[in-house]
């Protein structure tokens, strides 16, 4: 009982729920993002047979940001994702195969 009044009396319980919230629908609207760049990158492949650079590294970058965000939502850490930290680097390009 003592643990439920100290959260509700606690700011920094107040002000996690409001970060959680903002990252809540953060992820709402990149998930949506990621789906389209699955779309768009299988499509360009079938048609040239190779990947599309730059959506490769940006599609790679936005995996690790909703990795990031999730692992802050269910309280795996304690870093809020970007824009409070760097934003991911993202994963070099793999090589070709014929």
Do not use: C, H
Not at 16 to 38: C, N, Q
Not at 69 to 82: A, M, N, V
């Amino acid at each position: 009982m003592q643990a439920l009044i100290n959260n509700l009396t606690s700011e920094a319980f107040w002000l996690r729920l409001a970060f959680m919230l903002l990252f809540v629908i953060v992820a709402e609207i990149a998930v949506p993002i990621m789906m389209l760049l699955v779309v768009v990158q299988f499509v360009y492949r079938l048609f040239t047979g190779k990947l599309q650079a730059d959506m490769y590294r940006f599609s790679s970058s936005l995996a690790q940001f909703i990795y990031q965000t999730y692992q802050f939502l269910i309280y795996e850490t304690e870093d809020k994702p970007f824009p409070f930290n760097d934003w991911p680097t993202a994963k070099s390009v793999p090589d070709e195969e014929d």
